[in-house]
């Protein structure tokens, strides 16, 4: 059984960081296509960022040079840095793996139960 917990979402001011951890349990990371997706209300969920089994990274032209996708694979666990965060960015945000081998994360095997992260004006 794989579990994928979110942690590391709040309130912060425009302009403001986060990082969020999504720590996973019951699988190994390292062979797995991971991401992040947010969805704000009213919206469609979407893909935010997402990071391949060879390190390769892609982004959502909205956050390209403010957020990074990394991983941990000694602690199991996948982090999104958040800087420079603006309103627009205030969103529910979900983990997300795929499946093992997969060339992308999209559309994942495996979801989070989300974090909020609320951007004040």
């Known amino acids: 059984q794989v579990q994928l917990v979110e942690s590391g979402g709040g309130l912060v001011q425009d302009g403001g960081s986060l990082r969020l951890s999504c720590a996973t349990s019951?699988?190994?990371?390292?062979?797995?296509?991971m991401g992040w997706y947010r969805q704000a209300p009213g919206k469609q969920r979407e893909l935010v960022a997402s990071l391949a089994t060879g390190g390769t990274t892609n982004y959502a032209d909205s956050v390209k040079g403010r957020f990074t996708i990394s991983r941990d694979n000694a602690k199991n666990t996948v982090y999104l840095q958040m800087n420079s965060l603006n309103p627009d960015d205030t969103a529910v945000y979900y983990c997300a793996a795929g499946r093992d081998y997969s060339s992308y994360v999209d559309p994942p095997r495996y979801w989070g139960q989300g974090t909020q992260v609320t951007v004040s004006s």
């Open positions: 019951g699988s190994i990371i390292r062979f797995k296509p």
